[in-house]
């Protein structure tokens, strides 16, 4: 695996890289033309979920050329294990004054789609708020975890289903840093 200046530190934890900065960059654009063309004349919320979306959300928007609000929720059903914890065990915090924004459309953006709890979940909370018009937005989505069904308009890249870092992305709050996404070996996490 060839190594840069971010990743020499931590090469020997990693399989395989899975998303090159080149790709990356690539689906950035694609996604940020689909908003810009879907959004045109449109209240735009981006409302991202943290910590995992912070580097993702933030090359996004840059590349969105219409006017947008930012806010963040945070929302997890992970606690220090690679397993989601499920439903009945996420934690939502809010940001910002919600209630502000009913008459926008709201971009709830994420960094990966896994079981689908999560933004299930994050749906009917929104909604329960006032919330019409409600779109999904994951950088990365593993199908073969999806536990419930939820539509996301816009996705950047199916991956197969393995434990994934780094571009904002974690393990106990470390690899968030790479500029690239791999697949971290289980003898680091088992």
Known sequence: MESNNNSGYFASDFKKILVSEDEIEGIICRIADEIN?????????????????FIFMSDLIRKIEIP?????????????SSVSAGAENIKVTVFSELENYKNYNILVVDDILDT????CFL??????MGFDNINFCTFL???????????VKYIGKQIENEF????????????????????????VYD
Do not use: W
């Open 37 to 53: 063309r879907d959004y045109k004349d449109k209240k735009l919320l981006v409302c991202g979920i943290l910590k995992g979306c």
């Open 68 to 80: 947008v609000e930012i806010t963040f929720i945070k929302a997890s059903s992970y606690g220090s």
């Open 116 to 119: 689908g709890n999560t933004l």
């Open 123 to 128: 749906e009917k909370y929104l909604k329960d």
């Open 141 to 151: 989505d593993k199908p073969e975890r999806r536990e419930t069904d939820i539509y």
């Open 164 to 187: 994934v870092v780094g571009y904002g992305l974690d393990f106990n709050e470390k690899y968030r840093n790479m500029p690239f996404v791999a697949a971290l070996d289980e003898k």
